[in-house]
């Protein structure tokens, strides 16, 4: 089946730090990998994705890049501010039917520190 | 440009209370539609999606159902609670590549 495993958190950093979530799939087919942001008491929003292996999404200053090879799909930002303290969803889409459906990672919690 | 509303944002029920959670899309027609539960601390799960009037897919057994009335109202219910029922319930609508997500509502069964 469909899976995806993220770096358990929490994850604590001070502000201008660099960080990186890792995240790895199993899929059959070819996913669409995503990152999606989960601030405090609210829902998710779409951080980036990316569609195809080598495909590099970025936005906010984060970036990921699609790693057919080692099927990983690993976040990173190279100054992380105190805004930035969210839970962080890696999931992948694949049609199954005409629902397609996100498979979820467990999520990983991140609090930067001034 | 698409929007997705969820009500309430926050609810507080007895246990053996009946639910109904509403969801709406505006924007867009005939959407993929789609029910998460959020349990304290824990990633997500799909409890149910819709892919037109009427369709309804159960992804979980559960004390939960789900109805699409019309073709952008998605609404979530249950006939009564259980405390398991406790979480963060997400609602999502599904493009063509990604999903976009509700606010969200908080369900306290006491």
């Known amino acids: 089946g469909n899976s995806v495993t993220q770096m358990e958190g929490p994850v604590t950093l001070s502000e201008e730090a660099f960080l990186t979530i890792n995240c790895t799939y199993t899929?059959?087919?070819?996913?669409?990998l995503f990152w999606y942001v989960q601030y405090p008491g609210e829902g998710l929003q779409l951080l980036l994705k990316?569609?195809?292996?080598?495909d590099k999404g970025s936005n906010k200053g984060f970036e990921a890049t699609y790693r057919k090879e080692t099927t990983s799909f690993h976040l990173e930002k190279g100054s992380v501010q105190v805004s930035d303290s969210a839970v962080y969803f890696c999931?992948?889409?694949?049609?199954?039917?005409?629902?397609?459906?996100?498979?979820f990672g467990s999520g990983t919690q991140l609090t930067v520190l001034p | 440009s698409q929007t997705i509303h969820q009500w309430p944002a926050t609810l507080v029920q007895p246990v053996g209370s009946p639910l109904s959670l509403e969801c709406t899309v505006e924007?867009?027609?005939?959407?993929?539609l789609y029910w998460y539960r959020q349990a304290a601390g824990r990633g997500l799960q799909l409890l149910f999606y819709?892919?037109?009037?009427?369709?309804i897919s159960s992804e979980v057994p559960q004390n939960l159902s789900a109805s699409r009335p019309q073709d952008r109202q998605f609404i979530l219910s249950s006939k009564k609670l259980l405390l398991s029922d406790s979480g963060f319930y997400l609602c999502?609508?599904?493009?063509?590549?990604?999903?976009?997500f509700g606010p969200g509502t908080r369900l306290t069964v006491t």
């Open positions: 999931a992948l889409l694949l049609p199954s039917g005409s629902a397609r459906q996100l498979t």
């Open positions: 999502a609508w599904g493009g063509h590549h990604e999903q976009y």
């Open positions: 924007g867009t027609s005939n959407p993929n």
């Open positions: 990316a569609t195809k292996a080598d």
């Open positions: 899929a059959t087919g070819y996913p669409s």
């Open positions: 819709s892919v037109g009037i009427g369709q």
